[in-house]
């Protein structure tokens, strides 16, 4: 291991890999993250209605996704731009969870609404937006269900890791926490944001806690996503976010990133192969796949 990231993220003795503690799992409503299934993640960026939700809902667990996303509560960039359905989201993905059995997965932008929207996501998100927000991340901290922790869009992973630090030290016991990577800014502009992909090696290697790749943020188009889901495959992610939309075009938010459902069945049987490579690369070896090698 690179002795720089020991001294670095150490300190984080809650979330940091240790001797005692290699890897967590993460229970989200009947599924487990951080384990040996590779969790996908998909659903529209934003509630928008019960035919939209439900509709995403049946061809994405049919596809093989474990867990359905939609926001109910959006952090946009534009202030005049959807800003969710708020608690009426919050019932349509209640539904989706009873029809279909797929665990739920939303964003949590204030620490106000945390007790409501616990009542209804089996999984809490926090947005990239809202990573330093500590306030939000102490309430989260005590209320029951698990996180998962995006990475601010100008995070190192120093500042993630102080994050979830700061849930796990509001969480008594087990800290439930996935940690995401969804792209940072750089100075490239071919690309949303750019994707680190060292992050989840680098991340696998210093921290118990399961990691996931956005591609849909980080790419910004839809045509990048699969390619950039098939890295994550390979370099060790425990799973997949991914934004899918019945109708990319007419979507409220993220249309351009959005996988139309054809598009995400052909990402997810395209990812086969690449997850039998992240199989046979855990067998040689966690270091192997964490961290590309012993040194
Ligand atoms: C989202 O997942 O729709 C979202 C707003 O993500 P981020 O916080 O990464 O921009
Ligand atoms: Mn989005």
């Given at each position: 291991m690179n002795p720089k990231w020991n001294g670095q993220f150490s300190c984080f003795d809650l979330v940091a890999k240790t001797d005692d503690c290699v890897r967590s799992i993460v229970r989200a409503g009947n599924v487990e993250i951080g384990g040996d299934d590779f969790v996908v993640m998909a659903g529209?960026?934003?509630?928008?209605?019960e035919r939209q939700l439900l509709q995403t809902a049946e061809v994405v667990a049919a596809a093989g996704a474990r867990i359905l996303r939609g926001g109910a509560y959006k952090p946009r960039s534009?202030?005049?731009a959807f800003q969710g359905l708020g608690l009426e989201g919050l019932k349509i993905l209640r539904k989706a969870r009873e029809e279909t059995g797929l665990a739920i997965v939303t964003e949590v932008m204030s620490e106000e609404d945390v007790d409501l929207i616990a009542e209804y996501a089996d999984l809490m998100q926090v947005g990239t937006r809202s990573m330093e927000n500590y306030a939000l991340l102490e309430r989260l901290g005590g209320c029951g269900r698990p996180v998962l922790l995006k990475r601010g869009m100008t995070a190192t992973l120093e500042e993630l890791l102080r994050s979830a630090q700061v849930i796990a030290m509001a969480t008594r016991g087990n800290p439930q926490i996935v940690l995401c990577e969804r792209g940072i800014r750089t100075?490239?502009?071919?690309?949303?944001?750019?994707?680190?992909?060292?992050a989840v090696p680098v991340l696998k290697t210093v921290s118990h806690l399961p990691v996931i790749v956005d591609p849909s943020h980080a790419a910004g188009?839809?045509?990048?996503v699969p390619v950039l889901a098939r890295a994550a495959a390979v370099v060790g992610a425990d799973g997949l976010l991914v934004e899918v939309h019945p109708s990319p075009d007419q979507a409220m938010s993220d249309g351009a990133q959005s996988l139309t459902f054809r598009h995400f069945r052909d990402m997810m049987d395209d990812l086969q192969p690449y997850l039998a490579i992240q199989d046979a690369a855990r067998r040689l070896g966690p270091q192997l796949v964490a961290a590309g090698g012993s040194d």
């Open positions: 529209p960026c934003a509630v928008e209605s534009s202030p005049y100075f490239e502009t071919a690309t949303r944001n750019t994707l680190d992909i060292a188009v839809r045509c990048l």
